[in-house]
C-alpha cells in the first residue's frame, strides 16, 4: 500500500509549533510570546522535554508551544519531543524558533516516527485526521520522508507473526521492493539451494515445511557495489536445542536483519542514491521434524569452510555465512550485514544500542559519524583477534556455539568474519525490537543501523 504520510504543502495555511527549551523560554515569553505570559504561568509550562501547552485565540487556537527540555534530558530521550504530538488537534502545523537545524530535523523526524500503528490485524483502530506538519527551511523533506518508510517497512515485517510472515510471505514482499524501484530480484528455493551450494542455509531451514530460500536483488547500473546481508529467520525454536517458551515470544522477530537491510534498501531506491545496491536475505524457518539438523552435526559450508553445530539455536551465522561467501564472490563490493544474532548483544548494551563491528577504521569512523546524523545510536565492538581460538572446536574448521558463555557477541561476528575476504565489511547485531513504549518508537518493532548507514554511505562509498 502507498505509503501513508507527507508533510503539507507550503501553501497551506498552519498554526505554529514553538519549540523552546528552558533556557530560552524567558526570551520568547518577553518577545513573541508575550500575549500569553499570563497563560503560561497559570498552566505551569517549564519547557520541559515535550511539554506541550495550546496557545488560545479568540476564535479558537493561535498555535500551541513544545519544550525541549535541557540538553541532558535530550540526551537521555532521543525523540523526547514526540511526546507531545499525539495530543495536538488535527490541523496544519509549522515549526517555529528550533534552536538549530538539527533539532529542527530531529522534531519533524520524530513527527513521522511517531505516526506508526501497526494496524494489519485491527484495521478499524486506524487513525484518521491527523495533525500535518509543514517543513521549516533547510531541513530535507525527502530524506526524512525515505528513513521514515524504511521504518515503518520495517516495523511492519518484524511486527507481522511467522503464520503470516514466512519465507514465502518474506519473498513476495522482498519481489514487491524490488518490482516497485525496477529493481531485479530471484530466489534459490528448497533442494536448488544444495545444487547452487548453499548447503548452510538449507541445512538450517529443511526441517520445516516451509522451504528455506535465498533471495537476491539488484538495483543500479553505475557507482560503488553496496552489498547489503540480512537474517531472515522467520521463526526460532531454537531447532533440536529447543528454546523454552518464554524464549520463543518476540522469535517472530528474528527476521529483523532482513526486514532492516530491506528497509534501507527501500531508502537508497526511493532517493536514486548513485551507487550498485545487492541485497541478499537467507529466508529460513528454524523447526523441528525428523530431518532437523541435530548437534554435533558437521556441515560444510559454501565457501568450503566445515562447521561444527554445537548449538542449533545458534542458526543466524550459519545462515549468513553462506549468503556473505556468495556476496564476497562479486569483488569491489562493501559488505554490511545485519541480524538479530545473539542475547550477548543485549547483556552487553541493552536495547537501544545496535553494536557493530568493522576492521576498516574510515568505515567504523563514517558509521559512527552517521549514527549521529540520523538519530540512531550505535557502538563499535571490536573483532577481537585473540578470541580467534574460541570458534575452533579442533575437529572441524568452526564452532557455531564456543563453550563457556565468554564474548558470544564477539566470537559470533569473528565467525562471520571467516567467510568474508575484504576489510570493507560491517557487521550489526541489532535487536529489531523495543521492549518499552517510547517516544517515537511504539512497543513492538524497531529498525537499528538503517538511518545510521544511509547517512553513512557518501563517506563510506565516496558519493
Keep these: 500500500m502507498p505509503f501513508p504520510l507527507s508533510f503539507a504543502d507550503d501553501a497551506a495555511p498552519s498554526h505554529p509549533l514553538h519549540l523552546v527549551c528552558p533556557e530560552t523560554l524567558p526570551d520568547w515569553v518577553g518577545g513573541p510570546g508575550g500575549e500569553w505570559a499570563g497563560w503560561l504561568a497559570a498552566t505551569g509550562f517549564k519547557a520541559g522535554l515535550g511539554e506541550l501547552c495550546l496557545l488560545p485565540a479568540k476564535d479558537g487556537v493561535a498555535g500551541a508551544i513544545v519544550g525541549l527540555g535541557t540538553i541532558q534530558a535530550r540526551a537521555r530521550m532521543r525523540f523526547g519531543v514526540a511526546k507531545s504530538f499525539s495530543t495536538l488537534p488535527a490541523g496544519t502545523w509549522h515549526l517555529e524558533g528550533a534552536p538549530s537545524e538539527t533539532d529542527a530535523k530531529e522534531a519533524a523526524l520524530a513527527w513521522l516516527l511517531a505516526s506508526y500503528s501497526f494496524d494489519r490485524y485491527r484495521p478499524n483502530k486506524a487513525k484518521s485526521d491527523q495533525p500535518r506538519l509543514k517543513l521549516p527551511d533547510g531541513v530535507e ?13 520495517t516495523r511492519d515485517l518484524i511486527n ?34 544444495l545444487a547452487q551450494n548453499f548447503p548452510m542455509i538449507h541445512a538450517v531451514g529443511r526441517a520445516s ?32 536445542d529447543i528454546k523454552p517458551a518464554s524464549g520463543m515470544l518476540e522469535m517472530k522477530k528474528d527476521m ?39 548437534p554435533r552435526d558437521i556441515l560444510t559450508s559454501r565457501k568450503g569452510l566445515t562447521v561444527e553445530v ?20 562479486e569483488e ?10 545473539t542475547g550477548a548483544a543485549r547483556v552487553a548494551v541493552g536495547p537501544d544500542l545496535a553494536p557493530f563491528f568493522a576492521d576498516d577504521p574510515s568505515l567504523a569512523a563514517a558509521i559512527e559519524a552517521g549514527a549521529i546524523a540520523g538519530f540512531d ?10 578470541y580467534e581460538a574460541m ?62 548507514l544511509l547517512y553513512a554511505l557518501p563517506d563510506l562509498l565516496g558519493l
Excluded at 141 to 153: I, N, P, V, Y
Excluded at 212 to 237: A, H
Design 310 to 329: 554445537n548449538n542449533t539455536d545458534a542458526e543466524g551465522r550459519l545462515v549468513l555465512a553462506d549468503a556473505l561467501a556468495y556476496a564476497c564472490e
Design 377 to 386: 545510536p550505535v557502538w563499535r565492538l571490536p573483532f577481537w583477534d585473540p
Design 332 to 341: 569491489g563490493a562493501t559488505i554490511i550485514s545485519m541480524a538479530t544474532l
Design 209 to 240: 515445511n516451509r522451504a528455506p530460500r535465498l533471495l537476491e536483488l539488484r538495483w543500479g547500473s553505475e557507482g560503488p557495489l553496496l552489498t547489503l546481508v540480512g537474517k531472515g529467520v522467520c521463526f526460532d525454536t531454537g531447532g533440536l
Design 141 to 153: 523533506s525527502e530524506t526524512l520522508l525515505a528513513m521514515a518508510e524504511g521504518e515503518f517497512l
Design 256 to 294: 529483523g536483519g532482513a526486514a532492516t537491510v530491506m528497509g534501507l534498501a527501500l531508502m537508497i531506491m526511493r532517493l536514486g542514491l548513485p551507487l550498485r545496491l545487492r541485497v541478499l536475505v537467507p529466508a529460513v524457518e528454524n523447526s523441528i521434524s525428523g530431518s532437523a539438523m541435530r
Design 391 to 452: 570458534i575452533e572446536p579442533g575437529i572441524a574448521d568452526l564452532d557455531n556455539a564456543p563453550s563457556g558463555g565468554f564474548a558470544g557477541t564477539i566470537t559470533a561476528a569473528l565467525f562471520l568474519r571467516r567467510f568474508v575476504n575484504t576489510p570493507r565489511y560491517a557487521h550489526f547485531d541489532i535487536y529489531g525490537h523495543v521492549p518499552s513504549a517510547a517516544p517515537a518508537r511504539p512497543k513492538g518493532a524497531g529498525g537499528q543501523g538503517a538511518r545510521a
Design 160 to 193: 507481522t507473526p511467522a503464520s503470516d510472515m514466512g519465507p514465502q510471505e518474506l519473498q513476495e514482499a522482498f519481489f514487491a521492493l524490488a518490482g516497485r524501484f525496477g529493481a531485479t530480484a530471484s530466489a534459490i528455493v528448497g533442494d536448488d539451494l
